[in-house]
C-alpha cells in the first residue's frame, strides 16, 4: 500500500541556519511527490513537486527537494531559513492510476524558528 | 483570479445532527477534492468529484457523502455527526487532469460536542 512517512514531527532551527525536512514513501511504481505547507488557520500551499525528470526540483520561497529513489525518500531543504518560514509542512504521495486526485500525506513536520 | 472559498469557515454542531459544508472552487476548475485533517489521523481523502460525478472515494463511513453542481460547486455532507467528526475540511479544485496542481482552500472548522 502508498504511505508516505514524515519521521521528524517538531523541528526547530535557528534564523539563518539551514533546514532539511525529512520525507520518506512507499509506492511500487515511479510515484509524484509534493511539499505542502500550512501556515496556523490556513489551507496547504503547493511548494514544490516531482513528477520526472531532474531529480533537484525548485520551488517557491526558495525551497527545494531532492528525489532519491534508492532510499525512497524526497527530503526538502532550505539553505538559510526566515522566520516567515515557521508552519507545518506536509509531503504527500499521488495521484495513481486510477485516483486521479487522491493524495496520501504524511503527518506532518511543524517547524518553529528561533530569533 | 479568486482562490478557492470555503463557507463556513467555523462551525459547532452537536452530536446526531447532520452538516453541508459548501467549497466554490477557482473559475474554470472543473474538479473538487475533499480532505479530512485531524490531529490524530492527519490529512485524509475524503472523495473527489469531476464535472458532478464522484471519480475516486476515500475509506469513510457513508455518512459522509458529497456532490457537485454543474457550475462545478461542491458542498459534502456529514449525517448523525459523531464527535469524532471534529475536525478541519479541507477541499481542493484543480483543472481535474493527472497532473494538475490542486489548490487548497482555507478549510472548514467543524467542532462536534
Known amino acids: 500500500a502508498q504511505s508516505v512517512t514524515q519521521p521528524d514531527i517538531h523541528i526547530t532551527v535557528s534564523e539563518g541556519a539551514s533546514l532539511e525536512l525529512r520525507c520518506n514513501y512507499s509506492?511500487?511504481?515511479?510515484?509524484?511527490l509534493f511539499w505542502y505547507v500550512q501556515s496556523p488557520g490556513q489551507g496547504l500551499q503547493l511548494l514544490l513537486k516531482?513528477?520526472?525528470?531532474?531529480?533537484l526540483v525548485q520551488g517557491i520561497k526558495g525551497f527545494e527537494a531532492e528525489f532519491k529513489r534508492s532510499q525512497s525518500s524526497f527530503n526538502l531543504r532550505k539553505p538559510s531559513v526566515h522566520w516567515s518560514d515557521a508552519a507545518e509542512y506536509f509531503c504527500?504521495?499521488?495521484?495513481?492510476?486510477?485516483?486521479?486526485?487522491?493524495?496520501?500525506f504524511g503527518a506532518g513536520t511543524r517547524l518553529a524558528v528561533h530569533p | 483570479k479568486a482562490g478557492v472559498t470555503q463557507t463556513p469557515r467555523y462551525l459547532i454542531k452537536t452530536r446526531g445532527q447532520q452538516v453541508t459544508l459548501s467549497c466554490s472552487p477557482i473559475?474554470?476548475?472543473?474538479?473538487v477534492s475533499w480532505y479530512q485533517q485531524t490531529p490524530g489521523q492527519g490529512l485524509q481523502f475524503l472523495f473527489e468529484?469531476?464535472?458532478?460525478?464522484?471519480?475516486n472515494k476515500g475509506n469513510f463511513p457513508g455518512r459522509f457523502s458529497g456532490r457537485q453542481f454543474s457550475n462545478s460547486r461542491s458542498e459534502m455532507n456529514v449525517s448523525t455527526l459523531e464527535l469524532g467528526d471534529s475536525a478541519l475540511y479541507l477541499c481542493?479544485?484543480?483543472?481535474?487532469?493527472?497532473?494538475?496542481?490542486?489548490?487548497f482552500g482555507p478549510g472548514t472548522r467543524l467542532t462536534v460536542t
Open positions: 473559475s474554470g476548475h472543473r474538479s
Open positions: 504527500a504521495v499521488g495521484p495513481f492510476s486510477g485516483g486521479y486526485n487522491k493524495l496520501i
Open positions: 468529484y469531476f464535472s458532478e460525478t464522484q471519480r
Open positions: 509506492y511500487g511504481a515511479t510515484p509524484y
Open positions: 481542493a479544485s484543480s483543472l481535474g487532469g493527472f497532473r494538475d496542481e490542486q489548490y
Open positions: 516531482y513528477f520526472s525528470g531532474d531529480t
